[in-house]
């Protein structure tokens, strides 16, 4: 059944080698109880362990049923352990943090047995070791014989062949000891009993057969089998530890040290909980900062204006400006005064809003945008009076177009929302109109001319501009047809009259207004602004005037001059003209319709169709914008220099500055954060190593009952992880709750409300980060626990 075949075995420590056995050979009948007797350190244990494959020959061979080991690799002597050998120690080796059954059940679990016939077996175990009663204790509670009763269960559970007994009986009392041998002389009736006793009277009275060892040398054998019947068909089933059952043995083990448990969780969690903090505070900033970006953002909309400085990059306005200051010095000493042409070195572009345009700006997509809102002008005739003559008001000059209306789907008015009062009232009737002054109170000197103001004047009350009153005439009454050709009707006389007339629409400056200081965005520049409706009022009349209809008829004549409309490759220019003059702030060019040189021209000079002088597009959020502002770089793509729009985009430099600043210390944080998690990192391998220092001797059982090098890896992986999920759990929940006291703090300070707010996905994220880290910790001293030798984790205390 079992041979030893000079077997020989040494141990090296330092440069001194210990010869523990030498050319051993021994057989071993199917079923006998063999004591081996021996002076202490003569090799008994390591006969025994190398019996049991707990321990490696140098040379020679162990035969099992006939089939030689020397070939056996680490996983057949586990399997060989497990399924054919069953130790019994002298210490008992019970694994204290498991109940007597589990400790039964070890071996079994290790060769993957299902839990009801692995409970059964271990229940019939313990009845035969008379242990029946004691089943639900642990072996703390047991006393020591019942201890070697339970290990002596253990031995026998898993059915082996050969029962290896290493003094069994030597801590215990004789009649103990007596009962004991009774049990074990009970088991070698179907089995191969080796029992290591330094107690000959025991040998003699229950062994069939007495081997004596001296200096690793058998010197005498009462009983040698003559020949040995072998069986050749040998089979070994693999061992290996479930995962749950790693689990399960961590789970216990770690539950018998709760404090050390929880106290090292919650160190490890405080870099969970640093991060998790950093990342919910960063979370609600960014919901913040987005919210306050797209509050923003309607307030810095897209501007498409007749006139815009053009941008050129590879000319920027800024070198330009430097080169055209190199021209003066700075206090300097010449006696001389230099002309000076501020607009010289900004390139003016005329955006031309066709129709074409105006349409393709209708084809963007909606979804990008909170809304639009135009201004537009219409050209009307206008008097002024000063009590006694009344003259024409040239609304070139006056910068004088609409209000206009907020963005559909926002509430409020554009005027009361982006605009402070500065006198007056906001405009309640449709002729009330209002005066826009920039943010230094200034006025362009041509539009208070033009408004009939004294423009050399150092100042203008505000009290002379509320109140004043201009007369609206309409084209029926301003022209006279005469022979199918119109003129202005009459003379200064007769514009006096027109003032007078019932016919005229009184227009009175209701008010005087200025941009926010805050709100960035503001799209009217300074002039005189009347609401949409005057306009309607006034196109509708237009429309059915007689001169209007005449030039409607008459595409070729201008029909107040007679002259032949001329155009220059299609572009009209009194509207260039014209535009050119409106971004001058009024440098008077003509609304006149005697110069309109088409009749587009001319009908849009005469007041019958509106010209829009500004889009503003509201972006819904930063996303949209650059979509739109793509959209509108399309157009420019596909078009001449002179047929771009240049358009103004007021969030883009707020856009580049916020954008990143949140994330940049967010990762500061963050990194400050890890280092605690590189400290707890440090901190669970060390634990984990001191717990593979006090399970060593754990492990030395675990590798006899045959659990692989791999599933004592397993047991300590399982452990870190047990203990990396607490601290994951642990901190998310604790900076779940640290959210409550940071939000209130945070809104007694910035009132912003619930800024802090923990992301499911972050929070999920961080205790796999955290399992992930603590197993990485743990993962050297694992390591080391596996390669633990099994012969000395036994030995160990
Ligand atoms: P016994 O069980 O008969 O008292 P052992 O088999 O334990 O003796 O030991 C035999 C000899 O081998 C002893 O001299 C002991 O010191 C030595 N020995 C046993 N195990 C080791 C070891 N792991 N390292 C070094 N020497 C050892
Ligand atoms: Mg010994």
């Known amino acids: 059944m079992l041979q030893l075949k000079n077997i020989s075995k040494s141990y090296t420590t330092g440069s001194f080698t210990q010869t523990a056995l030498n050319d051993v050979s021994l057989d071993f009948r199917k079923n006998e109880f063999v004591a081996i007797l021996g002076p202490s350190g003569s090799g008994k244990t390591t006969c025994l362990n190398i019996i049991g494959g707990l321990d490696q020959y140098d040379s020679g061979d162990l035969v099992i049923n006939g089939a030689s080991t020397k070939a056996f690799k680490d996983s057949d002597w586990d399997a060989y352990r497990n399924n054919s050998v069953g130790f019994i120690f002298q210490s008992y080796n019970l694994i204290s943090h498991l109940s007597i059954t589990d400790n039964v059940e070890m071996g079994m679990t290790l060769s993957g047995v299902s839990a009801d016939i692995k409970h059964r077996k271990a229940v019939e175990a313990l009845e035969k070791v008379g242990l029946k009663d004691h089943i639900h204790k642990k072996p703390g509670q047991l006393s020591g014989g019942q201890m070697q009763r339970v290990a002596i269960a253990r031995a026998l559970a898993n059915d082996p062949d050969i029962i290896l007994a290493d003094e069994p009986t030597g801590a215990l009392d004789t009649v103990t000891s007596e009962q004991i041998m009774e049990l074990i002389k009970e088991i070698a009736k179907d089995k191969l009993v080796v029992m290591v006793t330094h107690n000959p009277e025991l040998a003699e009275a229950y062994a069939d057969r007495i081997v004596q060892f001296r200096d690793g040398k058998v010197i005498s054998d009462t009983n040698p089998p003559a020949d040995l019947k072998t069986n050749a068909n040998y089979q070994l089933k693999k061992t290996a530890m479930s995962y749950f059952t790693a689990l399960k043995l961590s789970g216990k083990n770690i539950s018998t040290k709760k404090w050390r448990t929880a106290l090292t969780a919650f160190a490890s969690s405080i870099g969970i909980i640093g991060i ?65 042409d501020p607009t010289a070195n900004t390139v003016l572009h005329t955006n031309e809003l066709s129709q074409e345009y105006l349409d393709y700006l209708d084809k963007i997509d909606h979804a990008l945008l909170d809304g639009v809102s135009y201004s537009r002008k219409v050209n009307m005739n206008i008097l002024r009076s000063d009590g006694e003559t009344a003259v024409p008001v040239d609304t070139a000059s006056l910068n004088f177009t609409t209000y206009p209306d907020k963005p559909a789907g926002t509430e409020g008015s554009y005027l009361a929302d982006y605009y402070d009062l500065l006198a007056g009232s906001l405009p309640e009737q449709p002729t009330d109109l209002v005066m826009v002054v920039d943010e230094y109170n200034r006025m362009n000197q041509s539009i208070l001319e033009a408004l009939g ?85 006034f196109i509708k009349n237009a429309q059915g005037s007689a001169i209007v209809q005449a030039q409607e008829q008459q595409d070729q004549v201008n029909v107040l001059t007679g002259k032949v409309f001329s155009q220059i490759g299609g572009v009209d220019m009194s509207g260039m ?3 050119m003059g409106m971004g001058m702030g009024g440098s008077s060019a003509s609304t006149d319709p005697g110069n309109a040189n088409s009749q587009e021209a001319a009908l ?28 509108l770089d399309k157009w420019n793509d596909n078009h001449s220099k002179e047929e771009m729009i240049v358009y103004t985009d007021l969030a883009a430099m707020v856009t580049s500055l916020s954008s990143g600043i949140m994330d940049g210390i967010t990762m500061v944080l963050i990194a400050f954060a890890s280092i605690s998690l590189v400290v707890s990192l440090i901190m669970i391998g060390i634990i984990t190593y001191i717990s593979v220092l006090e399970r060593t001797k754990e492990i030395g059982v675990l590798r006899a009952l045959g659990a692989r090098k791999k599933d004592i890896t397993r047991v300590f992986n399982a452990e870190t992880c047990i203990i990396g999920s607490l601290s994951g759990l642990l901190g998310i929940g604790i900076a779940y709750l640290l959210t409550i006291p940071v939000n209130i703090i945070l809104k007694s300070i910035t009132d912003l409300s619930n800024v802090a707010q923990l992301n499911p996905l972050h929070a999920f994220g961080l205790v796999v980060l955290s399992v992930g880290l603590t197993m990485l910790g743990g993962f050297i001293p694992a390591k080391f626990a596996a390669k633990k030798d099994p012969v000395v984790a036994l030995r160990s205390e």
């Open 276 to 340: 998790a903090l950093i990342l919910s505070l960063s979370n609600g900033f960014d919901k913040q900062i987005s919210s306050y970006e797209s509050g923003a953002l309607s307030n810095f909309p897209v501007t498409i204006s007749e006139t815009a400085a053009q941008i050129d990059m590879s000319n920027p306005p800024g070198a330009q400006m430097e080169e055209a200051d190199k021209k003066w010095t700075e206090f300097t000493d010449a006696a001389e005064v230099y002309p000076y």
């Open 453 to 537: 103001f004294d423009y050399n004047a150092a100042n203008v009350s505000f009290d002379d501009v509320v109140g004043r009153e201009f007369k609206l005439i309409y084209n029926d009454d301003y022209y006279t047809e005469a022979d199918g050709m119109f003129k202005l009707n009459g003379n200064a006389a007769n514009l006096s009259e027109m003032y007078n007339s019932a016919n005229a629409v009184t227009l009175k400056i209701s008010g005087i207004i200025r941009k926010q200081q805050d709100s960035p965005m503001s799209t009217m520049s300074a002039g005189i602004a009347y609401s949409d409706s005057l306009a309607e009022q």
């Open 577 to 579: 003209q014209m535009g």
């Open 604 to 631: 849009a000079a005469l007041g019958a169709v509106a010209t829009p002088s500004s889009i503003s597009l509201y972006p819904k959020d930063f996303g949209a914008k650059e979509n739109l502002v793509a959209y």
